[in-house]
């Protein structure tokens, strides 16, 4: 079974501080995703990373996926209350049927 | 579209009552998932399909049973409901599996389970 593990598990900021969300494994995954899930709804999709090394930027966030494809990262500058919620990486598997195995969860709290 | 539903939202279970909770997509997606999430946890995949007829295994399956006799619907069975089955329960769907893509999963709103 492949684990993805999240850190930190929590964290509460002040509204304008930077902050950073790991993703670690030791496989080696086809792809990492990174979602946001809000209290009483499912998951939804932030980005898609799949070339090791590659980095992506969605507005104040930026997420690298690590050269051996083991690892990624999420950076947010300037939190802002909006982005409270729970944020999930998920590695696909890289010989299974886009089955994808899901971090641990980081539970992001942004205070104004 | 309506995307992925999923009912009941919330349901109240007796240790060894049996329900099932209802999945379907409107997208003509090949995929389909069904995860379970315990309360602050990621999620744990429990059956998929890769289409019409084809379900597999998850990571978690045991207690469950899942059909796929459609391409818009995938429904999840308990048969026996246990205490340790009570969690959220999110189905998902995707179109295909690109090389690599990292296809985008969709997910339904979830579906409350208690068991006592």
């Known amino acids: 079974t492949q684990l993805l593990e999240q850190s930190p598990q929590f964290l509460s900021i002040q509204e304008g501080e930077n902050l950073t969300v790991y993703c670690n494994s030791s496989s080696v995954f086809s792809s990492l995703q990174w979602y946001r899930q809000e209290p009483g709804e499912g998951p939804v999709l932030l980005v898609t990373v799949v070339t090791g090394g590659e980095v992506k930027k969605l507005k104040r966030l930026t997420f690298q996926f690590g050269d051996a494809r083991k690892d990624s990262s999420l950076h947010i500058t300037a939190a802002q209350p909006g982005d409270t919620g729970l944020y999930l990486c998920a590695g696909e598997d890289s010989g299974g049927y886009q089955k994808v195995t899901f971090g641990t969860g980081t539970k992001l709290q942004v205070i104004p | 579209n309506a995307g992925v539903t999923q009912t009941p939202k919330f349901r109240i279970l007796k240790i060894g009552q049996s329900m099932t909770l209802q999945c379907t997509q409107d997208?003509?997606?090949?995929?389909m998932y069904w995860y379970r999430q315990d309360p602050g946890m990621g999620l744990k995949l429990i059956y998929y399909s890769v289409g019409a007829g084809i379900t597999d295994k998850g990571e978690v399956p045991n207690g469950y049973n899942v059909s796929r006799s459609t391409t818009e619907d995938f429904p999840l069975r308990l048969e026996l409901a246990a205490p340790s089955q009570t969690s959220v329960y999110f189905c998902?769907?995707?179109?295909?599996?690109?090389?690599?893509?990292?296809?985008?999963?969709?997910f339904g709103p979830g579906t409350r389970l208690l068991v006592l």
């Open positions: 997208m003509n997606h090949n995929y």
């Open positions: 998902a769907s995707s179109y295909s599996r690109l090389a690599g893509g990292g296809e985008t999963q969709y």
